[in-house]
């Protein structure tokens, strides 16, 4: 996992599934049966905009030319060399996002963009986690908070970069609780002296953690950006589903501001629950780079997503159908089930199997709400030019 933003639903790692849905135990992608395709296809309203909302169909292109990058390089090679789906091969899907990317840049009318994708694609659709095309969809985002480069009395909480002795540490890994104490503040601890910045709130420092990545504003008016370098050798943990373990909400009143607001409102719990997630991880300044997926390329908001890479294709167009927050004119959020395409550019230690599918929501507050309202299940269908 490298330049990786991951994360995990509802931004705390809220991933649930009812007992009776079970990973798919085939192949995580099924060639769509042309006689279903009238039923799938629908426009993507947000390409093109709206009078009062600017459309961004330049920021797709923008996220194809990324994917394209990433076609190029050797670690590209070596995935589609190995790809276990029959005809999804790395020239193939190469050359479906140019052709998309030339689409988009020629299409004048949203009605001429789609007739000409619906001749000239097929649809490769996700066999979900119930083998029915069912896929569970949350939100990520990059996280803006302030920060410290010294350590002060309101600035405590730190983030670390990898120790220069990382790679020799015996397994297991010390734990969480090992690294940073009960109270997260690090004394005595192994790492003390790798501080890479200091942050206010500890649950936020912790969320820098879940996210992957975050922009910083400096005490001192400067902003730098964190991403994640490394991590020890352990999975994640959802705190949300520890929570819902315990008792304090039911799985199906838990949302992120509610969870949010039981932390603060009990800040003796962090102690409780943060050390439950033994996954650490260490970060490096990016120097002002956007946020980056693990395909090492940039992940753009509302068009990039995060898949299980041992099974997706990495860099490729695809479309998705689920629910997403907006936020209206009055500043209240409204649910609304879209059509969008985006580009397969991420991954996630919470994101496993061919019904997960977690999208980059952009960065800062704004993103953040959204992002932690998204829980829904959708669709997912992978784009190929017809051979």
Do not use: C
């Not at 949203?110 to 007739?115: D, G, N, R, V």
């Not at 199906?252 to 603060?264: A, F, G, H, S």
């Not at 059509?339 to 496993?352: C, E, F, M, N, P």
Request: hydrophobic share 35%.
């Amino acid at each position: 996992m490298n330049n990786i933003i991951t994360t995990f639903s509802l931004a705390l790692g809220l991933a649930f599934y009812p007992s009776q849905m079970i990973m798919a135990q085939q192949m995580p992608l099924r060639q769509v049966n042309p006689t279903e395709i009238n039923t799938i296809w629908s426009e993507d309203e947000q390409l093109w905009g709206t009078p009062e909302t600017r459309g961004d169909k330049w920021s797709l292109i923008r996220a194809i030319s990324y994917s394209l990058r990433y076609m190029e390089t050797p670690k590209a090679a070596e995935v589609y060399d190995n790809y276990a789906i029959p005809g999804i091969t790395r020239d193939r899907v190469r050359r479906s996002l140019l052709r998309f990317q030339e689409l988009l840049k020629t299409a004048k009318t949203p009605e001429a963009l789609q007739t000409a994708i619906e001749r000239e694609f097929i649809l490769y659709q996700s066999v979900g986690h119930d083998n029915q095309g069912t896929v569970h969809f949350t939100g990520y985002f990059e996280p803006v908070y302030t920060a410290s480069r010294q350590r002060t009395a309101e600035y405590r909480y730190p983030l670390y970069f990898e120790p220069k002795d990382f790679n020799s540490w015996k397994q297991p890994h010390p734990t969480r609780l090992e690294l940073e104490g009960k109270d997260g503040l690090g004394n005595n601890s192994i790492i003390q002296g790798n501080e890479l910045i200091w942050m206010r709130d500890r649950l936020e420092a912790y969320l820098v953690h879940v996210q992957g990545s975050a922009r910083l504003t400096l005490t001192n008016g400067e902003t730098i950006t964190v991403g994640y370098d490394s991590s020890t050798d352990y999975p994640y943990v959802s705190i949300g589903k520890e929570v819902v373990k315990d008792g304090i909400f039911a799985l199906e009143e838990l949302t992120l501001p509610r969870l949010m607001d039981y932390l603060n409102e009990n800040p003796q719990q962090l102690s409780n629950y943060l050390p439950r997630n033994n996954r650490f991880i260490f970060f490096r300044e990016t120097d002002g780079a956007p946020p980056q997926g693990n395909l090492s390329v940039p992940v753009t908001a509302e068009r990039s997503i995060a898949t299980d890479k041992s099974i997706m294709p990495p860099g490729a167009i695809a479309l998705i159908k689920t629910p997403i927050p907006y936020v209206t004119p009055t500043g209240e959020m409204e649910i609304k089930l879209v059509t969008r395409y985006v580009l397969d550019q991420d991954t996630g230690s919470a994101i496993k199997g061919p019904g997960r599918v977690d999208v980059f929501m952009g960065t800062g507050k704004e993103a953040g709400d959204r992002a932690g309202l998204m829980s829904h299940t959708g669709k997912l269908y992978y784009l190929l030019l017809k051979d």
